[in-house]
């Protein structure tokens, strides 16, 4: 189904980001992949973004993290802040 494979698809980006960092524990993040780089260029943390890049996302560690799957970097890590709403909907996906 589309959703197992979702699903194995954010493991396995979690497994290599874990390859290359130290990841909050105690936390499953929000995958996402990054289709139009564009619409995220007015934020620092999507600057170095391209089609393709994943974004992991930790609201309780209140941590991001973009990682480029094709050269196997982490290319950007920062704090996230996040109201109530935007968490909930964000553990939601």
Sequence with gaps: ??????????LDT?????KLIIL?????????????PS?????????????GDK???YTQAKKAFLYDPVANKIL????VTLDAGAAKAAAKK
Aim: glycine content about 0%.
């Design 39 to 51: 619409k995220l260029r007015d934020q620092s943390f999507f600057a170095k973004a391209k089609v």
């Design 24 to 36: 909050p524990e105690n936390e499953v993040p929000t995958v996402a992949t990054i289709d139009d």
């Design 1 to 10: 189904t589309p959703e197992a494979i979702a699903r194995q698809d954010a």
């Design 14 to 18: 979690i497994a290599r980001v874990a």
């Design 76 to 79: 950007e890590v920062a704090p």
């Design 55 to 57: 974004v992991l996302l």
